[in-house]
């Protein structure tokens, strides 16, 4: 059983900044990659930013340059840095991450959500 908790969220004033946490927990052998997705009202969940278990990052095009991804391996701890809100950015945002159970077996889980509102 694994469980990810997001943390973090919340309102802001355009061209702000916010920090979101997602730490991992329960039977976990390793995390591989690591991950946040957002969702806003009526759109599909995208993918923001992916992090490799050895660091490597990938974004979207729409947060390049404004938001930064990163780990804590140690922690069991993915972190995303978001700076230049937009209005746009409001949305759901929700960990991810692809896991190998102390079981062996593999499984990717989904945090409860963050809520992230960005006011013009």
């Known amino acids: 059983q694994v469980q990810l908790v997001e943390s973090g969220g919340g309102l802001v004033q355009a061209g702000g900044s916010l920090r979101l946490s997602c730490v991992a927990s329960?039977?976990?052998?390793?995390?591989?990659?690591m991950g946040w997705y957002r969702q806003a009202p009526g759109k599909q969940r995208e993918l923001v930013a992916r992090i490799t278990v050895g660091g490597i990052p990938n974004y979207a095009d729409s947060v390049k340059g404004r938001f930064t991804i990163s780990r804590d391996s140690a922690k069991n701890t993915v972190y995303l840095q978001m700076n230049s809100l937009k209005p746009e950015d409001t949305a759901v945002y929700y960990c991810?991450?692809?896991?190998?159970?102390?079981?062996?077996?593999?499984?990717?889980?989904w945090g409860q959500g963050t809520q992230v509102t960005v006011s013009s």
């Open positions: 329960g039977t976990i052998w390793s995390l591989n990659t």
């Open positions: 991810n991450a692809d896991i190998i159970l102390s079981s062996g077996r593999w499984t990717t889980s």
